[in-house]
């Protein structure tokens, strides 16, 4: 039987799973850490995918999720959070020479985005965007039936766009990014901020809350995380509105842990998005909704990129 081998290298883990030519399912897969002290992590990532190389039939292509910023048409990494001795590393031509098989390689939120159009909750639809909202704020988005890379594959860097001039202090280095202020981080800080100055909430001061207890109080009814979740979902709705003149999408896809938070996000969000909207017809069969593939949705959108190098 001829497979594909879907790679997803985090931060903390790195995921191979072998594919059948067909299908969606993997038939083996495996997870390791990212890092240990005696291996490099691209030593480690050519020996799980050794190990694990089909004893029959053909491997057709590997797809490569990887965090960004890369150049997924060059084939290379720039640079990976967590992962420092990534620097301009040539990964897609690493692991041709090493396999002597076809390698693409894709920004992982480009790829989450292709895993949700493809086989997840974007199935259907010719014009999608995909936004991760956890710790960061990664997109992607399908365009016309296309995943949207740019010239250099940098395109749609969702989290990374400025609302707020001056504003917070995004994880780029720069101010004021949607990043900044609707990712998990950008809204713990913001509560941390306004305990030490004394507003009363039911939240402690230590430890530190995060976005996911700021989300459940203000489920109870708490008016500081009710404000914190108002705020960011007003500037996400900002955001998006800004993203839907941009983009015109039928699907708008939210991933990540704080796209769980449910009613305190989704309710504001979608009143900033009327409020920011030039005409209502961006509204028409939009759909809003939540990831589906979770975990698995950079995997998913290796094997989607395996299978179009394929094609
Ligand atoms: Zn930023």
Redesign the pocket.
Known sequence: MNTYIGVDVGGTQIRVAIFPETGSVPIHQERISTRNTNESELDRLVSLISQLWPTEGKVLAIGVAAPGPLDSKAGVIFSAPNIPAWVDLPLRQVLKDRFCVPVALGNDANLAALGEWKYGAGQGHHNLLYMTISTGIGGGVISDDHLLLGEHGLATEL??VTILPDGPL?????RG?V??ICSGTGIANYVAEEIQKGIPTRLPAKPRPTSKEIAQAARDGDALALAAMDRAAGFLGLALANYLHIFNPSIIILGGGVSRSGDVLFTPMKAAMHKYIIDPAYFKDLTITTAALGDNAGLLGALALAQEIQS
């Not at 995004?170 to 720069?174: D, K, P």
């Open positions: 989290g990374h995004c994880s780029c280095g720069q990014h990043e900044a």
